[in-house]
């Protein structure tokens, strides 16, 4: 299996190695040479040698060209990322889940391996599985598998719990994503369990936690602040902090996608994210999101008038920016807004919001006593 990948990304050329977050731009002239040669039994190029060297500390010398790199064609289309909703199916339960409905179904294997075959065709190099829980899906492991040979970059946004088993954790350690990114919904096993309304899930990610750190696995932690666990919140980071992981905190909690207010029960006063003003985003254009049953939108939100990509193939991503910039009009109300200009939240987010009926001050400078 290839120890590095070079692959064009957003009009430059890169060389990445999975598990691993350096990373080198090279210019097209030497990806172009790398190309030339990515089937050869003879010695990579003396500059490859030394950059893997000083980014990686790896020593590649007198290792075929061909078992050491994998070259990716440039593609006519320029999705660099995506994210792919393997399954809605879950093992919580969680008072604040984003989907309305956590319905185990998607595509037959047959289907899943054909949609890879588009998302590497689509130039996607960077993949986050994400669901529902993907580690639940019967096919997941061979979805990763798949993937990797592909030359993806990949990440797992997972809720933890069987991240512990065996054959996950060997798999990972043989072949390494770019990282693993866990949900933590507390810092005992009381809080833990309330949000995901699981009992004895807590102790389940903390195995998984262990494993991970175990075997060397990029992990990265996400800090759901709620109601549930805002009183752990140091000890939320100090776990963190505990196995290596980076950690990123969310303390805004949205309705569902499709507009239902009930996650927003689970919102922990005093801690909502307006830190950032939304200055734009690729979702559509450089970025897509693909559903369960191959159905592509601009991102995990936005997911009005959906491409088919098991029907139309890589065509219909054509169609994708233009729909992806209609979603982005300020509509609804937000036509006009004379504070558009520091809103913190995207048009398809507002409009969940809108649909939910939420409360101005969740989601905008309107609800505030300032704006009134």
């Not at 809103?343 to 989601?363: G, M």
């Amino acid at each position: 299996m290839h120890q590095l990948i070079v692959s064009p990304h957003n009009g430059a050329f890169l060389v990445a190695r999975p598990g691993d977050r350096a990373g080198m731009q090279i210019p097209r002239t030497l990806y172009g040479q790398l190309a030339s040669i990515a089937e050869s039994s003879g010695p990579l190029p003396a500059w490859l040698l030394d950059g893997a060297r000083t980014a990686w500390d790896l020593d590649l010398t007198g290792v075929p060209t061909r078992d050491a790199v994998l070259v990716r064609p440039q593609t006519r289309l320029g999705y660099g990322r995506a994210t792919y909703e393997i399954n809605k199916g879950c093992n919580f339960n969680c008072e604040h889940c984003y989907l309305a409905e956590r319905k185990f179904e998607g595509l037959p294997w047959e289907g899943k391996a054909r949609l890879l075959r588009l998302l590497r065709d689509a130039g996607v190099l960077w993949l986050q599985f994400t669901g529902g829980e993907p580690l639940i899906d019967r096919d997941f492991m061979d979805a990763y598998v798949l993937a990797y040979r592909f030359g993806m970059l990949i990440e797992i946004l997972t809720n933890g719990s069987r991240l512990h088993r065996p054959e996950v954790i060997g798999m990972l350690r043989e072949l390494p994503p770019h990282k693993v990114t866990v949900s933590l919904y507390g810092a005992t096993p009381d809080s833990f369990d309330s949000l995901t309304r699981k009992p004895g899930a807590f102790k389940l990610v903390e195995k998984g936690l262990i494993a991970a750190r175990e075997a060397g696995i990029a992990l990265d932690l996400a800090l759901i602040i709620t109601k549930h666990n805002v009183h752990e919140l140091d000890a939320m980071r100090a776990l963190a902090d505990r196995y290596g992981a980076s950690r990123t905190e969310y303390g805004t909690i949205s309705p569902t996608y499709s507009g239902a207010p009930e996650p927003l029960a689970a919102q922990a006063p005093g801690f909502l994210d307006k830190t950032s003003v939304f200055k734009g985003c690729p979702a559509g254009h450089t970025f897509f999101h693909v559903d369960p049953h191959g159905l592509a939108t601009m991102c995990k939100v936005g997911r009005d008038n959906p491409i088919d990509l098991m029907a139309e193939g890589l065509d219909g991503l054509l169609r994708l920016p233009a729909i992806a910039d209609a979603q982005m009009l300020r509509t609804g109300g937000c036509g006009g807004c004379q504070l558009s200009g520091t809103c913190r939240v995207c048009r398809p987010l507002a409009k969940a919001y809108q649909e939910a009926k939420a409360p101005l001050n969740t989601y905008c400078q309107h609800g505030s006593e300032e704006a009134q």
